[in-house]
């Protein structure tokens, strides 16, 4: 599941979700650090201390998340299912065929939560056979007739009704309800969206709509029966073996997965989808969309095909199941979900023609696919070795990014990967595999993706490229449909490099933190260089590391490199060369998972630029130029020669330092001439979008004609930054008769250079076409829509300031996706003067039952209350 997997950003001139590429997708989130553990001190014979420390040990063990112990193996699920859409149930009867794992056993337990179960029996050769059970809402536990031994075999039926929006809510940063199956527009009460459902099961919410063993240490094959509305389409695991027309509307959909996986990733999917037929050496690779995004999704998921192929060479393991759809589904849980041969992603991959110009979506795609090897073919046995799965999503990323972008573009995506990690770390610092968490959902955070997935790749350049990928291939094919821990991935590098891994597994996987590196370069002997590295972090908490790490250095266009290994706290290290070098490069690459502190000159970063033959490190040469020598015109100079670079994310970094810093206009050579090519004929889009939006700075009057044209640019990123860049101009004369050309379009670039221009310019009569807007706008186009909606109806409240309060109320207090109620409750409070929104909001808050909304909304009516 992806991060970006996970959890979404946007950012105006970039656009830039954080998702599920996130992952599964995350909003920011907050734990607390994991409690040390304590170990008796003997010298602590009686008293508070010592009942104290007992209470904290034994408190520890109470809260140790073992995996699921196995008193009975699945090995195979039948359901046969249909849908009440008025109630939103699911009408279900399941047939599970089970064994005893070891020991002999007289009671079945499954996860079943919040059914309604009618009927339960054994079946036998002469029938079936009525079982006695019990059942909490969560658990229902049969009484068999007679003590079964791991020789036998039997079957149960279950008939039941399940209730998915029964005690639902809760999630986490990656997946943000808990309702395992999820209806949507179920009675068409709303005009603008289709009626779907769809399931997520991960990490255990599978158990919301058929009964079973719902722990990632189990798996089985399945089978699945889906009655539903003839003119739907439905989706499933695994291969479509039959569809039978039932003459009353309806038809049965029999999908068959016989390949064992994991109970959370069986799926459903239905609704009216167009199919995108694709192939792989033979094997169905579809996509399914709505009707209004096919030509779309031809764009976003061009690449899919060539992503199996890559993973498949690259591994050295075939891609391991029958086919691999992709889907698009409304109002989704997460970023994506990896279901054995079904991946579903979130409605921002429903792209238009012209929108999917754009399409950045490929390191979601990427990540969701891998999972079909790390977390679907081998699977973590429990949610505290999520990373088994997570780290391999994340990582997948760079790899793509690597074959298909090359390796500055992979470098600089894992660079921002680990910049979450530390964010996140200044909140919490946990081992990576950890065994104390109050719920599953809990794992899914930048540790488990971001911090795993760079541990990786530092494993991959440790160990050269043949080792690493050779490891991978052993630890698949010796794992193949089974579940794992994390020794298990250890072993598999111990086994194929004869190397003892304890040392690197022990400190990065099973420790909290990262190393706190401080260094200094002696260049008084410059043919002989003397390297001291200290770490710093807190060891009371924090490992001391050993860590491979690489030095570099250029002479002459050649790059030179070696690899050393800090193991102690202070280390000093003697470079000897057989020329002068007077700029060292310590993990140029930025490889290392480490906050580095240095003292490093202006001349030092001007040599780093002007030489470096990687794009990260040029991109931080020229970042620290211009925070720390910024009224140096000199540097300011060579900080313009970054728009000719090579590398995309340079220049764009280049025009927003120059945006940044209008006194450096003169500085630099040509400037508006070498912007006005970049915002014609750049082959990046996002740096055309910032050549624009910086010339409208330097003379917005001068470019009007410019701007006018590029309005027609097929990317949206041209066009918007063109048509905000045109009526932000006061001296156009025609703006009111521009905007309103561009009144239908519904893609957010453009609909918000308009609202933009309606919200500062204060113009009535625009209250009707903020209201369509708003229902036309989903996912994270409306999320970014919201502040500007709540905005002009405060300005002008008789444009519609009452319908606009109802919307907002509504949005807030009932909207699928967290982060959309969070941007509704805050466009609220354009209007919180008003006691009746604030009691509205107050009440709203009260009943959100999302921990991370409800403590967005309660910082807001917090923050209100105190100030008035």
Not at 154 to 183: C, H, Q, W
Not at 698 to 724: C, Q, T
């Amino acid at each position: 599941m992806k991060d970006c997997k996970s959890y979404l950003i946007l950012v105006l001139t970039a656009f830039v979700f954080w998702s599920c590429q996130t992952s599964k997708t995350m909003l920011v989130d907050q734990e607390e650090v994991e409690e040390p553990f304590f170990e008796l001190d003997t010298a602590v014979a009686s008293g508070p201390e010592r009942t104290e420390l007992i209470r904290l040990l034994e408190d520890k063990i109470e809260g140790y998340q073992a995996s699921r112990q196995r008193d009975f193996d699945l090995l195979h699920t039948a359901l046969d299912l249909s849908f009440d859409y008025e109630n939103e149930w699911v009408l279900g009867t399941a047939e599970l065929t089970l064994k005893p794992y070891f020991f002999p056993q007289n009671e079945l337990v499954l996860d079943a939560k919040d059914f309604e179960v009618h009927h339960y029996a054994l079946l036998t050769d002469d029938g079936e056979q009525a079982l006695n059970f019990r059942y909490n809402g969560r658990k229902l536990t049969s009484y068999l007739p007679k003590s079964f031994t791991r020789e036998d075999t039997l079957k149960v039926r279950i008939k039941y009704t399940a209730m998915p929006n029964e005690k639902a809510g809760g999630g986490s940063r990656a997946i943000t309800d808990t309702k395992g199956l999820y209806f949507i527009n179920a009675r068409g009460e709303e005009p603008n969206k289709p009626t779907q459902i769809w399931t997520q099961g991960e990490t255990e919410h599978n158990s919301k709509w058929f009964p079973t063993i719902d722990t990632p240490n189990e798996r089985g094959t399945q089978e699945i029966r889906l009655t539903v509305d003839a003119d739907y389409r439905t989706l499933s695991n695994g291969l479509l073996q039959s569809s039978k027309d039932n003459g009353d509307g309806t038809r049965t959909d029999h999908w068959l997965m016989d390949l064992p996986h994991a109970p959370y990733l069986a799926a459903v999917v239905i609704g009216d989808f167009v199919e995108i037929q694709d192939e792989w050496e033979g094997m169905q690779v579809n996509y399914y969309v709505e009707k209004e995004f096919e030509e779309g999704a031809k764009k976003v998921f061009a690449h899919t095909s060539e992503m199996i192929g890559f993973f498949s060479e690259l591994l050295g393991v075939r891609y391991p199941w029958q086919r691999y759809d992709q889907v698009v589904v409304r109002d989704f849980v997460s970023g994506a979900m990896e279901n054995t041969t079904i991946s579903i992603f979130m409605e921002e991959l429903n792209l238009t023609a012209r929108e999917a110009i754009d399409s950045e979506w490929d390191g979601i795609i990427a990540h969701e696919l891998f999972h079909q090897w790390f977390g679907n073919y081998v699977t973590n046995e429990s949610w505290a070795n999520l990373t088994l799965n997570e780290a391999f999503g994340n990582y997948a990323e760079y790899l793509w990014y690597e074959y298909k972008k090359g390796r500055d573009d992979a470098d600089m995506h894992q660079v921002a990967e680990m910049e979450q990690y530390f964010d996140e770390s200044r909140e919490k610092q946990v081992d990576l595999v950890r065994f104390y968490h109050e719920d599953g959902e809990d794992m899914f955070d930048s540790h488990s993706y971001a911090k795993g997935g760079r541990i990786l790749h530092m494993l991959r350049r440790h160990l050269g490229e043949d080792a690493f990928f050779a490891s991978l291939k052993h630890y698949l094919e010796k794992h193949a449909f089974s579940a794992v821990e994390v020794h298990d991935l250890r072993l598999a590098f111990e086994e194929v490099t004869g190397m003892d891994m304890n040392w690197y597994f022990n400190q990065w996987f099973l420790a909290s933190g990262h190393p706190i590196l401080a260094y200094e370069v002696d260049y008084s002997q410059p043919e002989n260089l003397l390297l001291t590295v200290a770490q710093q972090q807190d060891f009371t908490n924090t490992p001391l590391y050993r860590i491979p790490f690489k030095v570099s250095w250029y002479h002459q266009g050649q790059r030179y490199e070696k690899e050393l290994v800090l193991d102690k706290a202070w280390q000093q290290f003697a470079i000897q060369n057989e020329v002068p070098v007077n700029t060292l490069l310590v993990d140029e690459a930025k490889e290392i998972l480490a906050e580095k502190r240095s003292y490093r000159g202006k001349e030092h970063f001007i040599h780093q630029y002007r030489s470096s033959q990687l794009g990260v490190a040029r991109y931080e040469a020229l970042d620290s130029l211009a925070t720390y020598y910024a009224e140096d015109m000199d540097v300011a100079a060579l900080i313009g020669k970054g728009l000719d670079d090579e590398f995309w994310a340079i220049r764009e970094l280049v025009i927003m330092k120059i945006s940044q810093h209008p006194e450096w206009l003169m500085a630099i050579e040509r400037l508006e001439d070498r912007l006005y090519e970049m915002a014609d004929n750049d082959p990046r889009h996002t740096v055309r979008l910032g050549a624009i939006e910086l010339l409208s700075l330097i003379d917005g009057e001068k470019y009007a004609p410019a701007f006018m044209r590029w309005m027609n640019h097929p990317s949206y990123y041209v066009a918007g930054a063109a048509l905000s860049a045109y009526l932000e101009e006061e001296s156009n004369s025609n703006r009111d008769e521009i905007a309103a050309r561009y009144e239908s379009e519904k893609n957010i670039r453009m609909v918000v250079a308009l609202a933009d221009y309606y919200l500062s310019e204060e113009i009535s009569g625009k209250g009707e076409w903020f209201h369509e807007k708003l229902d036309v706008l989903t996912g994270q186009a409306l999320y970014y829509y919201l502040g500007y909606y709540g905005d002009y109806f405060a300005k002008l409240p008789q444009e519609g300031a009452p319908k606009a309060i109802e919307q907002l109320q509504t949005l807030a207090g009932a909207h699928r996706a967290n982060y959309i109620r969070i941007a509704a409750f805050i466009g609220l409070f354009a209007f919180i003067d008003d006691s009746s929104v604030l009691e509205k909001a107050k009440e709203i808050w009260n009943q959100e039952t999302d921990e991370m909304a409800k403590r967005y909304m309660e910082f807001f009516i917090s923050s209100y209350t105190e100030e008035n």
